[in-house]
Nanobody, 124 residues
Framework: QVQLVESGGGSVQPGGSLRLSCAGS????????VGWFRQAPGKEREEVSC?????????HYADFVKGRFTISRDQDKNTVYLQMNNLAPEDTAVYSC????????????????WGQGTQVTVSS
């Protein structure tokens, strides 16, 4: 059974940092594209970042997180991370990870497996 479990969310003040983890079981994260998404109350879900599969992955960031967030993968731990720095109140949302085809034309476009999400709250 495939499962993605997010952790690392919480409450921080503006300017603070958090590191989210997306731990996979039942699938090798190295061979999948893994995306991070967020959804704030009353808003549509939006993609934050994505990393494709393989040794030399492509990495994508939404414009609103470039320079602040970093996605990475630890193959030994079968986990993808999202390091979030310089957080702002508008980053408040439920953050979820998803896994899809790691190679080919559908990387970072189509996702088969989703986690339950972790809450990130940024406020003073």
């Amino acid at each position: 059974q495939v499962q993605l479990v997010e952790s690392g969310g919480g409450s921080v003040q503006p300017g603070g940092s958090l590191r989210l983890s997306c731990a996979g079981s039942g699938l090798g994260m190295f061979f999948y594209s893994v995306g991070w998404f967020r959804q704030a109350p009353g808003k549509e879900r939006e993609e934050v970042s994505c990393i494709t599969g393989g040794n030399d992955p492509d990495i994508h960031y939404a414009d609103f997180v470039k320079g602040r967030f970093t996605i990475s993968r630890d193959q030994d731990k079968n986990t993808v991370y999202l390091q979030m720095n310089n957080l702002a109140p508008e980053d408040t949302a439920v953050y979820s990870c998803a896994a899809g085809p790691g190679f080919g034309t559908l990387t970072c476009q189509s996702y088969e497996y989703w986690g339950q999400g972790t809450q990130v709250t940024v406020s003073s």
